[in-house]
């Protein structure tokens, strides 16, 4: 049987409907050949942003770990940004302050400051002390020891004193220095007569004289006895008195006797820092890019973060990068049915978009749940009482993902083979007719 694929016995009033609907379907593709350049350059600035996720800390959260009021954060695929407020009691303020106040935070600092007291004198004199083991109590001179051995960096003495420590001063006390689940409890720093007598901290509450000046310091029981005598005299070990505790494993908290946690909470501070009752408030804004492949030392000094959090991180990532590719190609093929006019170039630019907008969805669905997991389980990123909001940056792909639907669908929809007297033209008519492939 031979197919007569002709249309020429059709006239040109008899095609104009056709041709009208013909020239429609190119507008409307036209139309959503441009939004798709659009959204295009929509995701590439989305994902250049750092504002997708945005906490607010409403005046102020205390954050314990850090002494720092967590004012607001904002974070996109790449980069993240926190702003925070840092309460420095006075000299001359007469307050409570946690002993870690004056310690130095950051680890370079620390390891600057152990560099620099290495050959001290009074360094020397503890290294000479004979301490023979098994020790039998932990005395003051196996407390210099301990301390000589951790500002050396000798960490196998330094880890044979703690054990010995931990042995001797705390083996009965493993249970008393874990906290219940239970909110902490906050302390008011301005009333020291109250906190005295009360004895709200008891014998942790303690006048420690500092370069001449007298403070109330709050150091835990545990933390005292891993001290030696006079340790407030000598340089610089009461900036490193805070990190020395912390590598012996000794919580900085102070509890009750509910084992219910004791915080210092100092009043909120002003929007953009200051002085207030006693404090003289730093505000401070720190950004930095992600680090996608973290070591676990790293990982391990960024509260912020986790294992699982990095995951959900690279997939949001991986999967933005991939969606640009997509588009990229989805673009190319939109406009190469301008120029071949059969039906299956449709039918491939809108199965591209389409596959486009699902990508652009994960990374929205990943960011989303990333969210949960950081609400649920990295106290120090999203607080207890903070806000969450979307920025603008989560807007641009809502609106990158509706519109590769839209567009992939109406190209779907006008992808229909146009044969015989429902083509407007002969050559429209041809172009959609079945090829046979030959050799």
Known sequence: MIRDVSTSTIGREDRKPAMDAYMFQRRVLLVCSFMMILSLIVWIIAISTDRWIIISGNGGIYIPETRRFFMYSHSGLWRHCRITQLPNALKNATVARNFTSIA??????????????????????????????????FTD?????????????EQELFQEFKKAFWSLELANEKIALTPIDSKPIQVNPLDVPGLEAQKVFGQALQQVVVDNLTYFFVIPIPAQRAMFNGWNEKRLVPKLYWPYVRDLDIPAYVMNEHRVILQLIPPKPPKKGGIKNGYDYIYTSRCKYIEMFPSASSLKMDPG??????????T?????????????????????TFMNPRYMFKRLAGGIHLVSASTCLVVIQVLMSSVEYTKEHLFYAYPDGAELTYGYGVWFAWFTFITNV???????????KKKGSKAPTDELAMADEATIMGR
């Open 316 to 336: 949001q990532a991986s999967f933005a990068c991939i969606t640009v590719f997509v588009m990229c190609l989805g673009t190319v093929f939109t406009f190469y």
């Open 104 to 137: 130095y935070q950051s680890p370079a600092s620390v390891n600057d400051a152990k560099f620099n007291i290495t050959d001290v004198e009074f360094v020397k004199s503890f290294l000479t002390h004979e301490v023979t083991f098994p020790l039998q109590n």
């Open 406 to 416: 839209v567009c992939g669908l109406l190209f779907m929809w006008y992808s229909g």
């Open 141 to 153: 001179a196996a407390k210099e020891r301990m301390f000589a051995h951790w500002i050396r960096n």
């Open 305 to 314: 973060f986790d294992d699982e959090l990095m995951d959900y991180i690279r």
